[in-house]
């Protein structure tokens, strides 16, 4: 079993739609794998995806949702 860190739930408390969610995220790798900029210390994921998401539970990512 895999299990996602951070976890979905988490990050519906930041942004809640799991749409909006991938996207942001999906957007955010692409943007790490040409500029190699994460907005966090030390991450815990190797992936891009991974990264995205826990920048987005830190709330360095967020969306306006008005």
Do not use: C, W
């Not at 955010?28 to 900029?37: D, S």
């Not at 998401?53 to 967020?62: M, Q, R, S, V, W």
């Amino acid at each position: 079993m895999i299990l996602l860190e951070p976890s979905i739930d988490s990050l519906q408390d930041k942004i809640n739609s799991k749409y909006s969610l991938v996207l942001i995220a999906a957007k955010r790798a692409r943007e790490l794998k040409e500029l190699n900029n994460p907005l966090i210390e030390e991450p815990r994921s190797k992936t891009l995806v991974g990264i995205a998401l826990e920048e987005i539970e830190a709330e360095k990512l967020t969306i306006d949702e008005s």
